[in-house]
Nanobody, 121 residues
Framework: QVQLVESGGGLVQPGGSLRLSCAASGSIDSILSMGWYRQAPGKQRELVAHITSGGSRNYAEAVKGRFTISRDNGKLTVSLQMGSLRPEDTAVYYC???????????????WGQGTQVTVSS
């Protein structure tokens, strides 16, 4: 069993910063990539940022220059540093990991339960 657990969401004023963290645990052989997605009310879930095991990153256009994704391969964690936050960043943020579980051929997508980020004055 593999679990991803997010932390760090909350309420922040426009222009503020927030850091999200996600820790993976369980029967993990390796994690190929990890990412952050978000879903605002009435909208589809969208990619925010993604990072491979080799450190290659990509970001949604809306967050480029404001958000930074990083990961610690040894600790099986991924973080999202969010700055210059805007009301339109308000959403539930989900951690995602493409994981190769122990004893499984191939890789499987796992998701966290989500953490609420609200940007409001």
């Amino acid at each position: 069993q593999v679990q991803l657990v997010e932390s760090g969401g909350g309420l922040v004023q426009p222009g503020g910063s927030l850091r999200l963290s996600c820790a993976a645990s369980g029967s993990i052989d390796s994690i190929l990539s990890m990412g952050w997605y978000r879903q605002a009310p009435g909208k589809q879930r969208e990619l925010v940022a993604h990072i491979t095991s080799g450190g290659s990153r990509n970001y949604a256009e809306a967050v480029k220059g404001r958000f930074t994704i990083s990961r610690d391969n040894g600790k099986l964690t991924v973080s999202l540093q969010m700055g210059s936050l805007r009301p339109e960043d308000t959403a539930v943020y989900y951690c995602q990991g493409l994981v190769r579980p122990v004893g499984v051929i191939g890789a499987v997508d796992f998701w966290g339960q989500g953490t609420q980020v609200t940007v409001s004055s």
